[in-house]
């Protein structure tokens, strides 16, 4: 591997979880950074949680500060993806009625861009339930660990509570929306908290 970023020939677009985490433990540049392997799992974890299937090597990583010529992690950005945030209002009512579709919606479905390569030598994406549930991975088994440790879905609940439905003429988050965002994680965190070993 190279010594820097800039030298790595690398594209940074490789979505084959292998190569990701290669590129982690080989790349000088993360090597040297503290806590970069455990960010890559906490959003694995987390994106799972909050049903973002669009987390990708472009929006997280290091970002470097002009001055001090130092690179630090950078915030996490770019969650657009995340809570089926273009479902439709009679959609998620229509999900609400029945657990079979929440379910599916919640965790069986989901995929996330990292990929594996099956025994059919083709390149799958990750369900990543699936994948948190079977690794035998520690960092992402101790991302679990702090997520679970950490969520307090009841803060979540009241957060989501105080958006409001409506401000003057627009619609922010009617209250079908806010059931089924809350739904949607209560049975995310159900399922995430079954894992724990």
């Not at 590129?23 to 000088?28: H, P, V």
């Not at 010529?69 to 029945?98: H, T, W």
């Not at 988050?173 to 739904?183: A, E, S």
Request: negative net charge.
């Amino acid at each position: 591997m190279s010594s820097d970023l800039e030298s790595y020939s690398g594209t940074g677009s490789e979505t084959l979880l292998d190569e990701v985490i290669a590129t982690i433990a080989g790349e000088e540049t993360l090597t040297s950074l503290s806590g970069v392997t455990e960010r890559f799992w906490d959003m694995l974890v987390i994106d799972a949680f909050i049903g973002n299937n669009d987390r990708n090597n472009g929006n997280w990583g290091v970002v470097l500060d002009q001055r001090s010529g130092e690179f630090c992690l950078s915030p996490v950005y770019d969650n657009g993806n995340a809570f089926f945030n273009k479902r439709s209002i009679a959609q998620m009512e229509k999900r609400l009625s029945d657990i079979d579709e929440m379910e599916q919606d919640a965790f069986k479905t989901m995929r996330c861009v990292y990929k594996y390569r099956g025994l059919d030598n083709e390149s799958h994406n990750i369900n990543p339930f699936e994948f948190i549930e079977n690794t035998k991975i520690q960092g992402c088994r101790n991302a679990l660990d702090r997520f679970l440790s950490k969520i307090n879905i009841s803060d979540i609940i009241s957060l989501i509570d105080e958006i409001p439905e409506h401000y003057e003429a627009l619609s922010i988050m009617p209250h079908m929306q806010k059931k089924f965002y809350i739904k949607l994680m209560e049975i995310r965190l159900d399922k995430l908290a079954s894992m724990k070993i």
